[in-house]
């Protein structure tokens, strides 16, 4: 399941990995 969300999360991941404001983003790469 985490591959399909990382594939969907795509974007997502990018702006969290830039965004460290974000803690909500930070959860979900976990």
């Known amino acids: 399941v985490t ?3 990382h594939h969907v ?3 997502y991941h ?3 990995m830039k ?3 974000a803690p909500d983003i ?3 790469k976990e």
Do not use: F, K, L, M
């Open 14 to 16: 990018v702006v969290g």
């Open 3 to 5: 591959g399909e969300v």
């Open 26 to 28: 930070s959860t979900v």
């Open 19 to 21: 965004a460290v404001d």
């Open 9 to 11: 999360d795509s974007g």
